[in-house]
């Protein structure tokens, strides 16, 4: 059995997973999940494609994708959910002990998407795993709630304590509705996803909100999670298995520029001001790995900026990226930009204010405090979800995405 036979079948590389060493061939569902992605998808424009495949267990079956005018072309895949068992710690985590698995594919796939893992060997790619953390489940709502929206929250996550602090800011959330939170990187599994999914079904939610709790989305971790959801057509990571749902699917765009993050960054600016006429702030930003989306990032952040200067009486508002994830290179490039608008405002007599649009509180900012030491400024390092708007621009999509649906 070789890559050599699902070529042969003529599946499209969206849906397929084939296994060299003969034991399964193909990741694939069943049949008959709706996902709906208003304003993505272009329905006057159907695509549709059959194609055999066969499921791990060996049984043959027909998978039909339609396809939309979309970021890549493809976005709808009907499917059963499938079934991951995992018992719940005592705090309700599921999968949170669960080792990273990886076949050679899933190495070679990973080495190519990911600059900085170009020319590593297996044993290092596995050890870079393990200090990204766990990818897992935690199901936030009492078990005897139960709704018709659920809501599935995507993070990277924020390390041991800093995910205990998140998922308690989401509990008004889940005293409300059905609330799931799937954190991890999703490079190499999506089984903690698919997981959320299920004990939302099990909820009785027969709508699903996701919400991608990312900064921006301009980067490849969106772009995974919306591979795994059927709507890109190519992993930005490694091919895992797509997510199934009886649910109607429901998606949320990213924070980016919305005027309550707006709002937060004046908030945490004046925090730290003094003499705002005398002062500049520079909003730095995670920034993403590539270039392309380094530059509509630093865009989208300049609109905050834009937004934070016309509530303000600041000299200036600037904005600035890491790239914390791209070869070290570029990410210490970016920094010695960083210090030269920190030195440059100094030099003509302005105070510096730094403050940052990051999700979480700890990581990153340790990293950019390194970064600027031995100058002279001021740092907010308050990350978004310490601010109420956070959870308020959580319950404004919901709303949204109920008052759009029309029930």
């Not at 997973?17 to 399964?24: N, Q, S």
């Not at 999703?186 to 027969?206: F, K, P, R, T, Y």
Request: glycine residues 6%; proline residues 6%; contains cysteine.
């Amino acid at each position: 059995m070789s890559n050599e036979l699902c070529d042969s079948l003529g599946l499209p590389a969206a849906i397929r997973r084939c296994y060299i060493d003969g034991v399964k061939l193909l990741y694939l569902f069943d049949v008959s999940t709706i996902v709906e992605v208003p304003d993505r998808c272009d329905r006057s424009k159907p695509m549709p494609v059959k194609a055999l495949f066969i499921l791990p267990s060996l049984m043959v079956g027909l998978a039909v994708l339609t396809a939309c005018s979309s970021r890549d072309e493809l976005v709808r895949i009907e499917t059963q959910p499938r079934l991951i068992m995992a018992e719940p710690d005592a705090m309700g985590r599921q999968l949170r002990d669960a080792p990273h698995v990886m076949d050679p594919l899933m190495f070679d796939e990973l080495r190519t998407a990911v600059p900085r893992f170009a020319g590593l060997d297996d044993q290092t790619i596995m050890k870079y795993m393990g200090m990204m953390g766990p990818n897992y489940t935690w199901y936030l709502s009492d078990p005897s709630l139960s709704r018709r929206y659920g809501v599935l929250l995507l993070a990277h996550g924020f390390l041991e304590q800093g995910d205990r602090v998140f998922s308690r800011r989401l509990q008004p959330i889940a005293a409300e509705n059905p609330t799931a939170l799937s954190l991890g990187m999703s490079m190499m599994s999506s089984d903690h996803i698919q997981l959320g999914v299920n004990n939302l079904e099990a909820a009785g939610a027969s709508d699903v909100i996701v919400i991608p709790v990312v900064a921006t989305r301009h980067n490849t971790l969106l772009r995974q999670w919306d591979y795994i959801f059927g709507l890109e057509q190519n992993p930005e990571y490694a091919s895992v298995p797509r997510v199934g749902s009886r649910a109607r699917l429901h998606f949320v765009e990213p924070l980016e520029d919305h005027p309550l993050v707006g709002d937060t960054l004046v908030d945490y600016s004046a925090e730290i001001s003094r003499d705002p006429q005398r002062e500049e702030v520079i909003i730095v930003s995670h920034g993403p790995q590539f270039e392309a989306d380094n530059q509509a990032q630093l865009s989208m952040l300049r609109r905050l900026a834009d937004y934070v200067e016309s509530r303000s009486d600041y000299a200036a508002v600037r904005v600035a990226t890491l790239q914390d994830d791209a070869p070290p290179e570029v990410r210490a490039a970016n920094v010695r930009r960083l210090r030269a608008m920190v030195a440059d405002a100094q030099t003509r007599g302005r105070d510096v204010l730094v403050v940052t649009n990051l999700i979480g509180t700890r990581i990153v900012q340790s990293a950019l405090r390194r970064d600027l030491r031995g100058l002279d400024y001021r740092f907010n390092p308050k990350g978004m979800v310490q601010h109420p708007n956070f959870v308020r621009w959580i319950e404004v999509s919901i709303a949204d995405t109920v008052a759009a649906s029309g029930t």
